[in-house]
């Protein structure tokens, strides 16, 4: 299996310019995560799936984030307008199962920069 | 909260040292604990769990095991490599609602030199 496929690896982008992620799951896994990296605040869980429908979305930052799935091997993170404090490292998980002993895969993660 | 505390980095160590990363957590009733490794430009892999109190995840040389009674999950090698040099995360996933969600400590930098 390939893993999780995160693209793109790196993504250098202006203030205010719209910026989209995305990401692949590992096939079968029902369950997706979007994590933020950052110095500061370390890792954060920025929202999750389960079949394709948002279950928590109380990491999301501010509105100018959102997050879709449309389809089991597809989910896309978007910031419109994106700002400098939005550099970070974005990682995908994704998980077979639910449940407090299920491992979570990750992919290698985007590198946000906003200049 | 849940929450997570380990060891500030970096830790600089010559090959063949013994490595102890310390991590211990807070959680209402029994999370499950991780380590996960982060290489140089590369995503988190899982390196070992434990799910239950005393028990003892193990991989690749690595140790650690699940002290409930003083909250820790500490990471132990006897023997560094080169090729261990990464960032290391303890992470827990607690019962109950949060049991989707991995918490994560703020990761720990570890170099070997030859």
């Known amino acids: 299996d390939a893993g999780v496929i995160q693209s793109p690896r790196h993504e250098v982008t202006e203030m205010g310019q719209e910026v989209t992620l995305r990401c692949k799951p590992i096939s079968g896994h029902d369950y997706l995560f979007w994590y933020r990296q950052t110095m500061m605040r370390g890792l954060e869980l920025l929202i999750y799936f389960n079949n394709n429908v948002p279950i928590d979305d109380s990491g999301m930052p501010e509105d100018r984030f959102s997050a879709k799935m449309p389809n089991a091997s597809f989910s896309t993170l978007k910031i419109q307008p994106s700002e400098p404090r939005d550099s970070a490292v974005y990682f995908c998980?994704?998980?077979?199962?639910?449940?407090?002993?299920?491992?979570?895969?990750f992919g290698q993660g985007t590198r946000l920069t906003v200049v | 909260g849940d929450s997570v505390t380990q060891m500030e980095g970096p830790v600089t160590l010559s090959e063949e040292a013994f490595l102890t990363i310390n991590c211990t957590y807070t959680?209402?009733?029994?999370?499950?604990l991780f380590w996960y490794v982060q290489y140089p430009g590369e995503g988190l892999q899982l390196l070992l769990k434990?799910?239950?109190?005393?028990d003892k995840g193990s991989n690749k040389g690595f140790e650690a095991t699940y002290r409930k009674e003083t909250t820790s999950f500490h990471l132990e090698k006897g023997s560094v490599q080169v090729s261990d040099s990464a960032v290391y995360f303890c992470?827990?996933?607690?019962?109950?609602?949060?049991?989707?969600?991995?918490?994560f400590g703020k990761g720990t930098l570890l170099t070997v030199n030859p």
């Open positions: 998980a994704s998980s077979p199962r639910q449940g407090v002993r299920a491992e979570a895969f």
């Open positions: 959680a209402t009733g029994y999370p499950s």
């Open positions: 992470a827990l996933k607690g019962p109950g609602g949060s049991n989707y969600k991995l918490t």
């Open positions: 434990a799910t239950k109190a005393d």
